[in-house]
């Protein structure tokens, strides 16, 4: 479908990579720029009754704060820097991603799998970096019968293994679902012939457009949300 | 049978796992709406494990959506 193709910008090859400036790459870009932009803005002079702008840069803070406090606990509060950021991306990039003709970075795989890919090994190293070899201990639960102990260490380590996995298709096949199910019932108007029978399925376009801005929102809301339930499984092991 | 329709076949098949995401998020829903309903004060603590059950619940039924998007172009 058009809106998932990629075109290359700028054409660049790196030691027989392609790094070439692509729309996706774009559009990263300018996720970031405007986060940082709005942030840098928005705080730029801070006053004890915060403006409207001002307001809104505390409140997304002070969500994913809450949402980290109460998963990992104080010793999470080191993290934060990481885990706001995640959202805010992701959350930029689904939302840059429903404005038309956009291109929305989070519906390939390969961009989700690369941010779970840096949250799998962040939370491993964090974990080994706590607790050294005892970080081992994640996959064996407490109070377990010997001869219970491979079977369900295996299974541990399977679903250990699989979070890069589940974290990264959650994202893509929200995003992606999301736009071709838009794609569809947009299609259907077209088919049908907006006065003879076409209203339907536009009103229905129209609801299901409201439904991805909430679906964008919830996704990087979610996508934090296990980053930051896996932190805390680095961070607290079984003890929290 | 022709490798083709079997595909097709399947990829209908795969999307069969969007049943249980509904039935997942019909009864995340029904069941806060019940507990909401029993205790209102608790509620507004308990929206945020509402989400997240029901963009876990949601997500199962879209890796079968995977699976047969992988199936009909992979």
Redesign the interface.
């Known amino acids: 479908m058009h809106q998932f193709e990629i075109n290359r910008f700028l054409k660049l090859d790196l030691f027989g990579l392609d790094a070439s400036f692509t729309n996706s790459s774009a559009f990263m870009v300018a996720a970031v720029v405007i986060v940082l932009g709005f942030l840098t803005l928005a705080m730029s002079n801070r006053s004890l009754v915060p403006t409207r702008a001002q307001s809104v840069a505390e409140m997304s803070y002070e969500f994913i704060a809450n949402m980290l406090r109460d998963n990992v606990g104080k010793a999470g509060m080191r993290y934060m820097p990481f885990v706001f950021s995640l959202f805010v991306f992701v959350l930029a990039c689904n939302m840059l991603g429903m404005l038309p003709y956009s291109f929305t970075v989070t519906s390939h795989i390969v961009v989700t799998f690369a941010l779970a890919a840096l949250v799998f090994v962040v939370v491993t190293a964090i974990g080994f970096a706590r607790h050294g070899l005892g970080y081992f201990r994640l996959l064996v639960p407490s109070g377990m019968p010997i001869i219970m102990l491979p079977m369900i260490v295996t299974i541990e380590l399977i679903s250990y293994l699989i979070r890069p996995i589940s974290l990264s298709v959650r994202l893509f096949a929200n995003m992606m679902a999301g736009h071709m199910l838009l794609k569809v019932f947009a299609g259907f108007i077209v088919s049908l012939g907006f006065f003879t029978g076409g209203f339907v399925p536009f009103l229905a376009t129209v609801a299901f457009t409201g439904l991805e801005v909430f679906v964008a929102f919830i996704q990087a809301f979610i996508f934090s949300v296990l980053t930051s339930i896996y932190l805390s499984d680095a961070v607290n092991m079984h003890e929290h | 049978m022709d490798p083709e329709a079997a595909k097709f076949i399947g990829a209908g098949l795969a999307c069969s796992a969007l049943i249980g995401a509904g039935v997942g998020i019909g009864s995340i829903f029904g069941n806060y709406l019940s507990g909401a309903l029993r205790n209102p004060s608790a509620a507004p603590g308990q929206f945020?494990n509402l989400?997240?059950g029901?963009?876990?619940a949601?997500?199962t039924g879209?890796?079968g959506?995977?699976v047969a998007l992988i199936i009909l172009f992979g």
Do not use: G, M, P, S
Request: a negative charge; proline letters at 0%; zero cysteines.
């Open positions: 945020t989400l997240i029901f963009a876990l949601e997500a879209l890796f959506l995977v």
